[in-house]
């Protein structure tokens, strides 16, 4: 269909003219429509289009309404979706403190000791959410901080006071049996809420349990007595210490005095063994003195006697050899020869007597001495015969 804002001679070969009225009627609907289906848009997306924040401090779910499924937001920012088809929630997953104090008029846990007595308890329980499992926690008790009320306190007073109530009433002014059970407590509950998404980091009993009036006035009296006691167990064992420090003192004493009659007993010794070292090291120079002196001594006497000996032999074996010699013929030519040294410088004077040519007698004459020599004795005839 032709535009009907032109008028009638364009089309036929005329010159184009331009009705006004028709364009703003035909242009006024056609804003109409679409600021209408802006402000629709615009309607529909506040409708549905929903912005989810999470903190540093919380953790985000976003449930479909459709399907059921829930989605675990933990990193911190902001979240688009579809409002009508999800459901965005946060929740708390910082460190979490559950207090149950003001004795037996306020929250405190009324525990029933093993002997019949009642004792209130104060607890101070620190607790967490464990992000990777917000939906286990929605999932289990809802949206929003249902869990602290359903887990963490209801879970925490029932186990807390199971355990305690194992005690008895002396024991609960023990604070190491009292540690002993919170801390099975402890264990008992992380082993049931782990599995839920909850944490327990810390139980502890900020104050000392109350008692009935009449059992803290038995309490005080017997405090009293123990005090009493234990004074005198001090007394005792001032009193133990003062013997001991005595004991020690005196058996220090005695030690000292044996170390020194020790100490000088073995100066003593050492000194007796050096002058022992020195006297045997004295007899054993002069022992070495005289044996050397007297090995000197017997070395020179025994060559000294071998020498005479040597020269004794020598002798009587020039003797022997001179008696062997004189025993024969030798031995009258020396004695002749003797008598012929003997009569070499002696004057015989005498006349001989010549029978036929040959000296038959000689007779001798008397004559004077010879000058400065003495006259030999004549010779016998014995010895005359053996020298010829």
Known sequence: ????????????????????????????GTLTWLALAFVSAVAFMFVTVRIGRVTGEQVGVLLNRLTGDLEV???SGVRIYCGLTSKFHVLDKTLQTLTMTGGSRG???????????????DLKIQYRLDPSMADIVVTTSGLGDAFKEKWARNYCRSVCRNHLGELTTEQFYDATAREVKVL??????????????????????????????????????????DQEVLEEQSKALAAQ??????????????NVAVERFTGEMEQLTIKAKAEAQKIRKEGDAYYDRI?????????????????????????????E??????????????????????????????????????TARFQHTAAPASVGRAVPKQPTPQAAGGAK
């Not at 009638?8 to 035909?26: Q, Y």
């Not at 044996?291 to 060559?303: D, H």
């Open 1 to 28: 269909m032709p535009f009907r804002g032109l008028d009638d001679d364009r089309l036929r070969g005329g010159e184009p003219r331009i009705d006004l009225s028709r364009l703003r009627h035909a242009m006024g």
């Open 73 to 75: 937001i933990e990193q």
């Open 107 to 121: 929250d405190s846990l009324k525990v029933k000791t093993v002997d019949g007595s009642d004792v209130y308890v």
């Open 184 to 225: 099975a407590a402890k264990k008992d509950l992380n082993e049931l809420l782990n599995e839920f998404g909850i944490t327990i980091d810390s139980i502890v009993i900020p104050q000392r349990p109350q008692f009935y009036a009449e059992y803290e006035e038995m309490i005080k009296k017997k405090k009293l007595a």
């Open 241 to 254: 210490q003062r013997q001991k420090t005595s004991i020690v003192s005196a058996t220090n004493e005695t």
């Open 291 to 319: 044996s050397i002196g007297a090995e000197a001594t017997f070395y020179q006497k025994k060559k000294d006697a071998e020498g005479i000996l040597a020269l004794k032999k020598a002798e009587a074996e020039g003797i």
């Open 321 to 358: 050899a001179l008696r062997e010699a004189l025993s024969g013929e030798g031995g009258r030519n020396m004695v002749k020869l003797e008598y012929a040294r003997k009569l070499k410088n002696v004057a015989i004077s005498g006349q001989p007597f010549m029978i036929e040519g040959r």
